[in-house]
């Protein structure tokens, strides 16, 4: 990309905290989908107990489990209903109508754990946190059938330290549904044409120079990185030989094959807040 390193000082932050929620029965006929693939709703409740377990137990976050809404098929994916950055909380307006009643829980548990509460009242605006890529230094706002330039624009006023740049998105459903953060200063990208051609527009917009981790699987791009001190470098991803590229994180496989087939990603199914322990 551009000519600016990143240095120590501009890590993505470490995390105290994980907001989930349990997944509702209803997901495996009624949560909203690009494809026709049967969800196994046992194998689907596993995945994510396993996914939590990793989050409590093995990377040690307070984790504030919300209970399923059967009336909100995907208020699993809680990803999608809220955008965090330091202290403040942006509460969005996911572009499905169907899914905006699942930010009212995520306000209250947000609210709950001491953060700034914004909300996206603007009735023309949609942002799905999906297709938010923060990178430590600025976002990437996917624009998407989800997430529209007013929405893009709400952010932007409420992370105003941070530089916001939009990222056409399309044959996807979100950005992250092909990059994410696999470390400071660094992209795991899709090789599809639609990741290279949406990584390149990053590349275009950023005045950093981030390095890239190019996945030969789009959805394997999603992984969730945190950088905590006392575990070092932690990464929940899927199960790609290119991953052992990253020698000095800690790599833990986790399963996503049943949420995928309701196009569900490992970022869908955690907020990540950094807070102080027992607020």
Known sequence: MAEVPLSKAQLLPGFTHAVVRALPQSLAKEALRTGSLE???????????????????????????????????????????????????????PGAESR??????????????????VEMTDESATLDGGDVLFTGRE??????????????????????????????VQDRLHLKSFCSMAGPGLIAIGASEAAQKALKIMQQMSDHNYDKLTLPDD?????????LPSKGDSALRLLLQVFEK??????????????????????????????????
């Open 100 to 117: 905006r009643k699942e930010t009212e829980a995520m306000k209250a548990a947000l609210t709950e754990l001491g953060l700034s509460i």
């Open 39 to 93: 969800v196994d709703l046992l194998k689907a409740q596993e995945e994510h107990d396993k996914y939590v377990s990793v989050l409590k137990h093995r990377l040690g976050l307070e984790v504030v489990e919300l209970p399923a809404d059967e009336a909100l098929p995907d208020c699993v994916f809680v990803e999608d209903a809220a955008v965090v950055c330091g202290d403040t909380a942006l509460i969005t307006r």
């Open 139 to 168: 976002f990437f706002v996917g624009l998407s059938m989800r997430t529209n330039q007013r929405g893009a624009e709400i952010l932007a006023d409420a992370f105003k330290d941070y530089a916001v740049s939009t990222v056409p």
């Open 246 to 279: 990253l020698k000095d994180h800690m790599l833990i496989p986790v399963s996503n094959q049943e949420k995928v087939k309701v196009d569900g990603a490992l970022t869908c199914c955690s907020v990540l807040v950094n807070r102080k322990k027992n607020i």
């Open 219 to 227: 959805l394997a791009a999603n992984c969730v990185y945190m950088n």
